[in-house]
DNA sequence: GTAGGGTTAG
């Protein structure tokens, strides 16, 4: 992908000035030496000017291999390897001889975006020629190379080169970069040493690009600082920006900072946009806007960059900036940016997030009037239309991403999947998954841990261990799921049999396992092995407990009718209950038929939430059954007077390829009719064979 | 007229 390139402003000489002294050139026939047409050539080449380029070119009367070489890397640094290769070949059925500019040049560029065929080709006419000692052509063939993850071939290209250099080194190191290889990164940085080839910018850069949060990656990234410093490169660029990020990326924010904060002087607009990806990276939104405000308020200039991860973390509004989606967008337009693809997902992404009024509508707004749409785009949106609900509109998409041929990834295919178990319709579940199957992205955790999402929604748990057994178990992921899977079909014992055996596979769980080992534990009824999970958490697993793993524990509780542990367990938490918690103990005050309970926490609740609805329905409900009509009445009344409606309960059924969806009492079905008839003959042949078997049915229960 | 390196979007 390279749609940067397009917006990015580099100096370059104007046309007038070349075009002016081209003609002064031509008047005193200087044209006719050759050194003074390749310059001319290079001169126009800088100023994207490849007719002008080309005309000199083809009316030289004496071209040398400097005239080839300049149109060749002319068309490399436009981004062109097709027409490189092209000249390359004229050059050859001519029988003008490649040389080391010809092979550094047509090299370059096939790695940023070439065929592997053509590189092998030039492979051989380096052989053939007798450029193999030459440390550019040599160099530029490891980058090639490694550029194409052959790193065989990069590695024994390398291993045959008499002299090495920085650069040959560090298009080795870019090979295992490449993997994301880090320890043979590290072992060739020491070979690389001990030769006596300094790391320089190069070297460094990309490999802080590999330090995550894992283990002892923040030691190793302070030993590579002091390298650096030590090698005099802490100012420079592209290191001083690799570090700012990689510090973030192995979990230290403030010696990201602390760099940053001392590189004043030296910043270039990666810096700050470094900066800005360091915050991101540890969810620090504010940090990082506050950082981009300091941009604009010192007139930085801002860049494609810039405001793609601005507005990815970015909500339409929020209690700060109320109207900040509508300036960012704004800002984007005065940029002229709108139209660039990254941008426009970016904007998505940020109408996607937004909750609230219905911003999918502007999510889709920029997709429609975006001209070039990569799959990133397509994904957005896609996943905009699962998470937000819109099922049926996101299997719409996503079968028009399988007819226009838009790449599918393990993300479409996850957003795809949610979107089934949503609907629970198998039908379509199944056919996604058999697409999955047919590029082998069923074993990437996040389609597995939807298929088993989908297979276990749609009734069918020996399914979702079939896709787990086809999966790849080396995260949490998949083991969350299929926990929350068989704890969903009531098989808690299987559940946790299944954590005991991510535990002896040494799979590190994370806060999201404990809600499912809780869930599992609730419906096997398990109270005190679920409490015993959650205070291991911390003792045995060093996870803080979360809002969700307190909210899972007390439905564990009032699931068991221990309203008052449940309510212990409230007050041991760290931190203030918020709705998530006191819903689930309202619903837990419910269960256990404690209207009183029940007041004090609805009455909580709605100072958290005057809005919702679920709060007003449970305490009329339980009014309700205790008879107590008059109050009852009151949260009626109360209800309508806050405007406040019941959000209707939804049921689906997919026949023939078509979802169709019911309210209760819904009677708008065009075969509504039919549908009726054909449940009462059903309830008729229940009552029946209930009857047959001795178990008497409440007809309440089956009523239509 | 030749080779390597940093920042963005799901």
Known sequence: MRPLHLFIETSRPSLPTVSSAHCRALKSSLIADTYTSNNFIHRYLKCSHFSDALKVFDEMPRRDSASWNTVISGYVNADDPSNAWGVVKSMKRLGFPLDAYTFGSVLKGIASGGSVVCGQQLHSDIVKLGFTDNVYSASALVDMYAKFFMVEEADRVFGNMKHRNSVSWNALIGAYVGFGDLRSCIELFVSMEREGVRGDG????????????????YQLMRQFHGKITKNGLEYENTVLNATIVAYADCGCIRDSKKVFDGSNGYRDIVTWNSMIAAYLERDLERDAFDTFVEMIRRKIDTDAYTYSSILSSALVGDARNPRLGASLHGLVMKMGYEKVTPIANAMMSMYVKSDGDD???????????????????????????????????????????????????????????KSCSDLATLHLGKQIHALALQSGLQEKEYVASALIFMYSKCGIVE??????????KLSSVTWNSIIFAYAQHGQGKTALNFFTLMMDEQVSPDHITFVAVTNACSHAGLVDDGLKYLK???????????????????DLLGRAGDLNRAKEVIKEMPFKPDAMVLKTLLASCRSCGDIESAMEVGNQLLELDPGDHCIYVILSDMYGNLKRWDERAVMKRLMKNEGIKKVPG????????????????????????????????????????????????????LTL
Request: net charge negative; proline share 4%; aromatic share 10%.
């Open 359 to 417: 911003y999918m509508v502007d999510a889709l707004r920029v997709f429609r009037y975006t001209p070039s749409k990569d799959h990133i785009s397509w994904n957005t949106i896609l996943n905009g239309l699962s998470q937000n609900g819109l099922s049926e509109e996101a299997l719409k998409l996503f079968h028009q991403m399988h007819n226009d041929h838009v790449p599918i990834d393990q993300f479409a295919f996850s957003a795809a999947l």
């Open 650 to 701: 939804l049921s689906w059924i997919e026949v023939k390829n078509k979802v169709h969806g019911f309210n209760a009492d819904d009677r708008s079905h065009p075969q509504s009719t039919d549908i009726h008839e054909a449940l009462r003959g059903l309830l008729f042949e229940i009552r029946v064979s209930d009857d047959e078997m001795g178990i008497s049915f409440d007809d309440q229960d």
């Open 536 to 554: 291991s958490m911390k003792t045995m697993y060093s996870i803080e407990p979360r809002p969700e793993n307190y909210a899972c524990t007390i």
């Open 463 to 472: 399914d979702s261990c079939k896709s787990f057994e086809e999966s790849r």
């Open 202 to 217: 190069g070297t460094f850069a990309p490999l802080l690009t590999l330090l995550v949060e894992v283990d002892d990656d």
